[in-house]
């Protein structure tokens, strides 16, 4: 089911899509709730939560919504709902392991312009607080090598 409110989550099943899409889905809800007209129905829990869950185009998120849905259906709270999916599909010390992944990123034997996309990665998998510009300069630099 293709909603207009937000996007269907098509994958892939990695933290830093899964939070995007969640943010989107928030995103989506205000826009609508803000922009909509008089005649048009509120955004209820419910509905929330059942438009995010259809929208679970992932093979592996969709089995798991299908096969909690009614009690999906029963939580009050949209955060709850979307902290359930983090405990289910982002693995405990994710933080840990995506900052052990920037730091450990060098170039070895990879083109500049790979190793470059590698690093923004590792570096996006956490966010400008946790590793501010001038620390990902000097990562990107100092454990690059000339060819």
């Avoid at 943010?23 to 609508?32: D, K, L, M, R, V």
């Avoid at 939580?75 to 730091?103: C, D, H």
Wanted: proline letters at 5%; hydrophobic letters at 45%; aromatic letters at 12%.
């Amino acid at each position: 089911m293709t909603s207009k409110i937000i996007a269907s989550f098509t994958g892939p099943l990695i933290p830093t899509a899964i939070e995007g899409w969640l943010t989107q889905c928030e995103a989506g809800f205000s826009i609508y709730t803000s922009t909509k007209t008089e005649k048009a129905p509120d955004l209820t829990i419910e509905t929330e939560i059942r438009l995010a869950g259809t929208n679970m185009q992932e093979p592996t998120m969709a089995a798991w919504w299908n096969a909690g849905r009614t009690e999906f259906l029963k939580l009050e709270v949209w955060e709850t709902f979307a902290k359930q999916i983090r405990s289910r599909f982002i693995p405990k010390g994710y933080n840990m392991v995506a900052l052990r992944t920037f730091v450990l990123c060098a170039q070895h034997g990879l083109p500049f312009l790979q190793y470059a996309a590698d690093l923004a990665d590792a570096r996006n998998a956490l966010g400008p607080i946790v590793i501010t510009a001038a620390i990902y300069k000097y990562q990107l630099l100092f454990h690059a090598h000339p060819r």
